[in-house]
Nanobody
Framework: QLQLVESGGGLVQPGGSLRLSCVAS????????IGWFRQVPGKEREGVSC????????NYAHSVKDRFTISRDNAKNTVYLQMNSLKPDDTAVYYC???????????????????WGQGTQVTVSS
């Protein structure tokens, strides 16, 4: 059964850090590019960061560049999102997604992704 499971969310003060994990099962993980997205009620889902299947290529939304770092460990079927210098505007449900569109593929757009996790809540508040 194909599955993506996010973890690591929680409540953190402004300026703090969290590391999200996305663990995959049921498919050939190292064929897939992975994206992290976030959504708040009433707003569209926003692409935060993405990484190609090999990990050679990454991209970030302007709003998180230089604060967030995406990485992957294909031996553990896991992608990480290290989030530093968190701001209240980072509060959202964070989702990971997987898509297979060729070696080197990655995208901050949601539509090409085939599989999605259930999300983990991140709240940045004092």
């Amino acid at each position: 059964q194909l599955q993506l499971v996010e973890s690591g969310g929680g409540l953190v003060q402004p300026g703090g850090s969290l590391r999200l994990s996305c663990v995959a099962s049921g498919f050939t993980f190292d064929y897939y590019g992975i994206g992290w997205f976030r959504q708040v009620p009433g707003k569209e889902r926003e692409g935060v960061s993405c990484i190609s299947s090999s990990g050679d290529y990454t991209n970030y939304a302007h709003s998180v560049k230089d604060r967030f770092t995406i990485s992957r460990d294909n031996a553990k079927n896991t992608v990480y999102l290290q989030m530093n210098s968190l701001k209240p505007d980072d509060t959202a449900v964070y989702y990971c997604a997987a898509g297979a569109h060729g070696s080197g593929w990655y995208s901050l757009g949601a539509s090409p992704y085939d599989y999605w996790g259930q999300g983990t809540q991140v709240t940045v508040s004092s």
